[in-house]
C-alpha cells in the first residue's frame, strides 16, 4: 500500500464510450502524475499537475483529458480511445515538481489497465 | 534529448550477487533513482543517487558516477522475491522531472 489509490483497477471500453479514471493520494503530496506503461516500452509520462496547476502535457492526444480538482484528486476523462490506447496507466505522486530534486521519489497507484475494443 | 539504456533482461541464482547497469544522456541532471516493479504491480521507488558513489540499503546498492554518466542497482543475496522488472530513471529539470528507461526483468532462479 503506497498512498496512492486507482479505480477502476481494470476497464474495457468501445472506441465510443466515455470513461474516467480517478486517482487519489494521501500522502500529503503537492505534485501528481499520469503515466501510460505499454509492453516493452518504458513508462511515458502524460501529465503533471503541481499545486492544481497543469505543468506539462507531454503532446498527448486530445481524447486523454486531465482533471485535478485539489492536490489530492487526480482524474482522466477518456474518449473515442484507440486499440493502441489500451495500456496500464499508473498514476503517481512526490511532493513537489518544481523544487529541484525533489520529484525523484514518486509514489506510484496500482494502476488501471485498460483494454480498447 | 533524452535517453536511458539499461538491459532488457538478466537471470540470476538465488543466493547469488547481480548488477544492472544503466547508462543515460540527459541535460539538467539532477540525480539516478531505482524502481521495482512485480508483476502486476506498482513501481515502487528503491534508490537515488545525487552524488558519486556508493549508497547502502539492506541487500540493495545503488552506485552512480557522474562523469561517465553511469549508474548500476546491485542485488546481493538474491532471493526469489526478488524476481521484477528494475527501471533506472533519470531526475533533471526539465519539463518531464523523470525519465524513466525501459526497465531490466529479473529472472532469479534456485
Known amino acids: 500500500e503506497t498512498g496512492v489509490t486507482q479505480t477502476p483497477r481494470h476497464l474495457v471500453m468501445g472506441m465510443t464510450n466515455k470513461k474516467s479514471l480517478k486517482c487519489e493520494q494521501h500522502l500529503g503530496h503537492n505534485a501528481m502524475y499520469w503515466y501510460k506503461q505499454s509492453a516493452k516500452k518504458p513508462l511515458e509520462l502524460m501529465f503533471v499537475y503541481n499545486f492544481k496547476e497543469q505543468t506539462e502535457n507531454n503532446s498527448v492526444p486530445s481524447r486523454f483529458s486531465p482533471e485535478c480538482p485539489n492536490s489530492s484528486h487526480l482524474f482522466l476523462h477518456l474518449h473515442t480511445l484507440q486499440p493502441e490506447d489500451s495500456a496500464l496507466y499508473l498514476c503517481a505522486s512526490s511532493q513537489d515538481f518544481k523544487v529541484a530534486g525533489l520529484s525523484y521519489e514518486q509514489y506510484f497507484g496500482p494502476g488501471t489497465r485498460l483494454t480498447v475494443t | ?110
Open chain 2, 1 to 110: 534529448g533524452q535517453s536511458l539504456e539499461q538491459p532488457s533482461e538478466v537471470t540470476a541464482v538465488e543466493g547469488a550477487i547481480v548488477q544492472i547497469n544503466c547508462t543515460y544522456q540527459t541535460s539538467g541532471f539532477y540525480g539516478l533513482s531505482w524502481y521495482q516493479q512485480h508483476d502486476g504491480g506498482a513501481p515502487t521507488f528503491l534508490s537515488y543517487n545525487a552524488l558519486d558513489g556508493l549508497e547502502e540499503t539492506g541487500r540493495f546498492s545503488s552506485f552512480l558516477s557522474r562523469s561517465d554518466s553511469y549508474g548500476y542497482l546491485l542485488l546481493q543475496e538474491l532471493q526469489m522475491k526478488d524476481s521484477a522488472s528494475y527501471f533506472c530513471a533519470v531526475l533533471n529539470s526539465g519539463n518531464t522531472p523523470l525519465v524513466f528507461g525501459k526497465g531490466t526483468r529479473l529472472s532469479v532462479i534456485a
